[in-house]
């Protein structure tokens, strides 16, 4: 009996004593073994990881991608972008149990999250975003209790999204974006209390909106973009959830009208909900979000007026509205917006004429019923890159100071009513890469120095009443590769490109010769 107790004593002692060694030698030495096994598993040993050798384990603290805690033991792994291409599943967890930060970003990883990785009781920061993960997304990453930053973006994590997941209390940014995720039973989430960035972006949700977010009161991003989300967007996304800045639930199909209770984000910045089914008036209400500088509403069936409020958002610079059933007039206070610099409100029934917009570089007012002449003021906005206003029923004429737009790359006003001579200046727009002036009552010739000064790769004069000769630059020097519309220019009988333009260059130019022939013969 006596013995036996003896016996166990010694054991005891001797397992103490050994774990006690463990504990010790576990450290740089064997953690330092433990990433060279690891390494030694991946398919392609980057150089930047040449530090990491047997020979050098007293050197851990001083590896690249390595750092230590006071006692020497590793505290952080960051192989971000170091071209690894290996699994999860040969790292060695039971070794690392004190790492606090471990980036694996950016890198070839595949395979699965092993579940080991809940043995990293003091992780505060995991990023395993842009690699090639798979399988699901295990439930064990809930043990990571100090975890406060978790980022899986853009991998092929499926299945649901484990409810465990909302018990990571501290986790301040989330996101799973960019998977395969589906829809969770979202009644078994709690509330994150500490969440303020959250990102669902990009994965195969559906059904309602996450409950649970909307009891995540401290979130001031929410990004939810480009899933098959339906039904009414919560009333309590705009009462409860006023820390957002940035709201982005694009390419859903949630349905119903935008609540006046929109006014309650005060702090937004950001407000995409394009591509949904979202209909009725736009809230005037809207203008009260003063630090707004974004909003797209494209694609969508919002109706009625343009809401005059918005030339109170001194911040908005991007303003979106396109493709949608909007049939007033564009209100003149959006020229109080002076920070406005890029408008489309293209594919509406907007009618009337054209206000006072500075500031602009893009403006994009196709597709509407705009009629008159192009207004003078549109000649001042000097940091236009874009001008599209074709599909209109605007008439008059370009006008000479079209040459203040020295920033101008597209010009296009096809199909409306324009007439009158084409200002000479126009060939000499220094930036200009696209002109499109077909179906119009253009007439004179075109300038002879056409192309001759600018970079334009794309010009359409057809259906216009122009005459003359072909500006000898639309044949040679001029970088015109497959865009110029010549099968339109050569079937318009205005022009006597014989002589301007060698047969020869037609030729190698011109698919369907047939037609030019034909129109050559005329001419
Ligand atoms: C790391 O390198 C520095 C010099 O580069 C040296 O002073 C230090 O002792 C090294 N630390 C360890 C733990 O090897
Ligand atoms: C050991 O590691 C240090 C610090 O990273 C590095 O400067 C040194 O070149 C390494 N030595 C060997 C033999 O790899
Ligand atoms: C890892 O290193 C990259 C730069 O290489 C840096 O951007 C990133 O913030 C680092 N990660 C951590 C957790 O410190
Ligand atoms: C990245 O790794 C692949 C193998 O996974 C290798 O073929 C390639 O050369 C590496 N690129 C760089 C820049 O090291
Ligand atoms: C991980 O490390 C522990 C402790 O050093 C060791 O007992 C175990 O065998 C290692 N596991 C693997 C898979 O290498
Ligand atoms: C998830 O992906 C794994 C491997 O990529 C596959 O075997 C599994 O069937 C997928 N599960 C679901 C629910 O799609
Ligand atoms: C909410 O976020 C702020 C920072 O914006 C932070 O200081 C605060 O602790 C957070 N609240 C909770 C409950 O986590
Ligand atoms: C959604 O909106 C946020 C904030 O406005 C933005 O940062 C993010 O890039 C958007 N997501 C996509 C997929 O465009
Ligand atoms: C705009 O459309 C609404 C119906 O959607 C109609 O009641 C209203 O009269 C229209 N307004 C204009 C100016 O055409
Ligand atoms: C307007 O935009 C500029 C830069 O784009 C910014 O510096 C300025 O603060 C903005 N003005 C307002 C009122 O937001
Ligand atoms: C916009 O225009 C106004 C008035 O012309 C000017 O004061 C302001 O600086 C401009 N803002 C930007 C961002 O260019
Ligand atoms: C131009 O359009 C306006 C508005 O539709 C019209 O009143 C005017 O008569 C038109 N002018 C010409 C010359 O066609």
Excluded at 285 to 298: A, N, T, W
Aim: charged residues 15%; proline residues 5%.
């Amino acid at each position: 009996m006596r013995s036996t107790r003896n016996t166990c004593l010694v054991l005891f002692h001797i397992l103490v004593f050994s774990l006690l060694s463990l504990k010790i030698t576990a450290s740089p030495r064997t953690q330092g073994e433990a990433l060279i096994r690891w390494k030694n598993t991946f398919s392609f040993q980057p150089s930047s990881l040449s530090s990491w050798s047997l020979t050098n384990v007293s050197n851990l603290c001083n590896w690249t991608s390595i750092v230590c805690d006071s006692t020497g033991t590793v505290s952080e792994i960051n192989l971000s972008g170091e071209n690894i291409t290996g699994v999860l599943t040969e790292f060695n967890f039971t070794e690392f149990a004190t790492l606090t930060r471990f980036d694996l970003s950016s890198n070839n990883i595949d395979g699965d999250i092993p579940s080991a990785i809940g043995s990293l009781a003091k992780l505060a920061y995991l990023d395993l975003s842009s690699n090639f993960f798979e399988g699901i997304i295990p439930s064990d990453i809930a043990r990571l209790t100090e975890l406060e930053y978790l980022n899986l973006f853009n991998n092929y994590f499926n299945g649901t999204i484990p409810h465990q997941l909302s018990n990571l209390q501290k986790v301040w940014y989330l996101d799973l974006g960019a998977n395969l995720l589906e829809s969770p039973d979202w009644s078994n989430f709690s509330a994150m209390p500490s969440l303020q960035h959250l990102s669902l972006y990009y994965n195969e949700l559906d059904l309602e909106f996450p409950s649970f977010v909307l009891n995540c009161r401290n979130l001031t991003y929410l990004d939810l973009s480009l899933n098959k989300l339906s039904g009414q967007i919560p009333e309590l996304v705009f009462t409860n959830l006023g820390k957002l800045q940035y709201l982005n639930l694009t390419e859903n199909q949630f349905h119903g009208p935008l609540s006046t209770n929109i006014s309650k984000l005060s702090n937004l910045v950001q407000l995409r909900f394009a591509s949904n089914k979202l209909g009725g008036p736009i809230p005037e209400d809207i203008g009260l979000l003063s630090d707004l500088q974004l909003i797209e509403l494209f694609n969508s069936s919002f109706s009625g007026k343009i809401p005059s409020s918005l030339g109170q958002l001194k911040k908005l610079q991007m303003l979106d509205l396109h493709l949608n059933a909007l049939n007033s007039t564009i209100p003149s206070e959006l020229g109080l917006c002076t920070n406005l610099t890029y408008l489309a409100l293209a594919k509406n029934q907007l009618s009337g004429e054209i206000g006072n917009l500075i500031n602009l570089t893009s403006l994009d007012l196709s597709s509407n019923q705009l009629s008159g002449p192009i207004p003078k003021t549109l000649w001042d906005l000097t940091n236009l890159q874009g001008l599209q206003l074709f599909f209109n029923n605007l008439n008059g004429t370009i006008p000479p100071e079209i040459e203040n737009l020295a920033s101008l790359a597209t010009f296009d006003v096809n199909t409306n009513q324009l007439y009158g001579e084409l200002p000479q200046n126009i060939s000499r727009l220094p930036s200009v890469k696209s002109i499109s002036l077909f179906t119009n009552n253009f007439s004179g010739s075109i300038p002879r120095d056409f192309g001759r000064y600018s970079q334009l790769t794309y010009v359409s004069f057809s259906n216009n009443s122009f005459s003359g000769e072909l500006p000898p630059e639309l044949c040679s020097g001029f970088a015109l590769e497959d865009f110029i519309s010549l099968r339109e220019l050569s079937q318009r009988a205005y022009f006597h490109t014989k002589g301007n333009c060698p047969l020869s260059w037609f030729t190698a130019k011109v698919k369907d010769m047939r037609s030019y022939r034909g129109q050559a013969q005329q001419g």
